[in-house]
Each structure stands twice: as C-alpha cells, then as structure tokens.
C-alpha cells in the first residue's frame, strides 16, 4: 500500500490550506484514516482521525474548530482542511491508514509564518 500526501506550503497566520492524502494498493474502505504531526525537536502527535465509512471523527483539542477531517471513499483520498493557522500548528503532517497493518505517507511540510 501506499499514501501520498499534498497541498502543504507556506502560508501567513490566520489563513487556510487543504491537505490531500491519496492512497493506492489496499482496500481504502476498509481502513480508517488520520493525520499526524511532527514539529522540529517534537514527537509526533495525532491531529485528526476519521473512521472507514466516515461517520467519526475525532481532534486534537489544539485543532478542534479549526481542522476539518474528510474522506472521499470513492477517490481514496482523504482530506484535511485548516482554517485560522498558527505558527505552532508548523511541521510536517502525515497521513496514517490502519486495520490490521498500519501505512504511513511521506509526509508534507506546512510552514505558518508572516
């Protein structure tokens, strides 16, 4: 299996980007999906989940009415939006599929900074 994450950039305080996370090579539907987080000299931490059918979700209390988690089962991608961005929210975030096995993407950099 594999992911492959995009949409990461740099962008000012306040403002708003969607990462993609496309996934091949195992059964989607079957797998709930999250997105991680590592900031520079920090573990990584999870920032959203979201079950295989879609009908849970679950957030960081840092991100909680700010990051939309989504998935859409028939492109086998799942999505994750961010509003208000803070520089702390800064690191490379990673898409995760799990079931029986876990897979990890390659990770994309999101910069907050003016």
Not at 13 to 16: C, H, L, R
Not at 88 to 96: G, I, P
């Given at each position: 299996?594999?992911?492959?994450?995009s949409g990461g950039?740099l962008?000012q305080?306040?403002?708003?980007l969607?990462?993609?996370?496309?996934?091949?090579g195992?059964?989607?539907?079957?797998y709930?999906?999250?997105?991680?987080?590592q900031?520079?000299?920090?573990?990584?931490?999870?920032v959203a989940?979201?079950?295989?059918?879609?009908?849970i979700?679950n957030?960081?209390?840092?991100?909680k009415?700010?990051?939309?988690?989504?998935r859409?089962?028939?492109?086998?991608?799942?999505y994750?939006?961010m509003?208000?961005?803070?520089p702390?929210?800064?690191?490379?975030?990673?898409?995760?599929a799990?079931?029986?096995?876990?897979?990890?993407?390659?990770?994309?950099?999101?910069?907050v900074s003016?």
């Open positions: 299996g594999q992911l492959v994450e950039g962008v305080p306040g403002g708003s969607r990462l993609s996370c496309a996934a091949s195992f059964t989607f539907t079957s709930a999906m999250s997105w991680y987080r900031a520079p000299g920090k573990e990584r931490e999870l989940g979201i079950s295989s059918v879609g009908g979700t957030y960081a209390d840092s991100v009415g700010r990051f939309t988690i989504s859409d089962n028939a492109k086998n991608t799942v994750l939006q509003n208000s961005l803070k702390e929210d800064t690191a490379v975030y990673y898409c995760k799990s079931r029986t096995r876990d897979y990890w993407g390659q990770g994309t950099q999101v910069t003016s």
